[in-house]
């Protein structure tokens, strides 16, 4: 199970210091507890949800827990710019779709696990790291780094680094290596492809 989940993690394929004045509702802690929280209750309910239960359930979660707009900016490097409007657009809405379909896939079986909070640290006025562990009886963890981003009054997450490794390093290597080698409409369909993988798989395998 974690080497699925870190797997899928590197696949999906990405602040102010909380003060005690922070809201109960709205800091960067509570944007990542609200998103584990909902993983632990997918894993834990996965065979009985299937694939499309537990993306349905998934969905608006990733969503809102995820900044794509910036993830999608940094994604691409250079190459965003070179895009218009409706590129921009189809992108963003296809990267999250890969993403909570990444999450509904990988996500699919449950063996005690929990999130610890371990630390947290301020990047920059508007950025922070949260660190957690992924622990399971008799497994090793898995340590999770969260960088958010506090934008309009809402914290969202940009990148998560699993075990030293980047995501959105990861994103960006590999999706600007496509549009060089094949063009942008390529990367989009690779991206679509991917997610018709995962729901044909999973399908199949509840």
Excluded at 53 to 68: A, C, I, M, Q
Excluded at 101 to 112: I, V, W
Excluded at 167 to 172: F, G, I, N, S, T
Aim: proline residues 2%; positive net charge.
């Amino acid at each position: 199970m974690y080497v699925q989940i870190v797997i899928g993690f590197l696949l999906i394929c990405l602040s102010q210091a909380v003060g005690a004045e922070e809201s109960a509702a709205g800091g960067p802690k509570q944007t990542v507890d609200k998103l584990n929280s909902v993983l632990i209750d997918v894993m834990r309910n996965a065979k009985q949800l299937g694939y499309q239960g537990r993306y349905k359930k998934l969905d608006s979660v990733v969503r809102e827990t995820h900044e794509f707009d910036a993830i999608a900016q940094i994604a691409l490097g250079n190459h965003w710019k070179s895009l218009d409007q409706q590129q921009k657009k189809s992108f963003v809405q296809k990267l999250a779709d890969l993403s909570v379909a990444t999450y509904a896939a990988q996500f699919n079986d449950y063996a005690g696990e929990e999130f610890k909070y371990e630390s947290e640290q301020s990047v920059k006025p508007t950025r922070v790291t949260l660190r957690y562990a992924l622990q399971a009886p008799k497994e090793k963890p898995v340590k999770f780094e969260y960088m958010l981003n506090q934008s309009g009054g809402r914290w969202a997450i940009i990148n998560i680094v699993v075990d030293g490794i980047s995501d959105l390093a990861l994103k960006k290597a590999q999706y600007t290596s496509v549009i060089d080698r094949e063009g942008f409409d390529s990367l989009l369909n690779k991206l679509t492809q991917k997610i018709n993988d995962y729901a044909a798989n999973n399908s199949k395998q509840g």
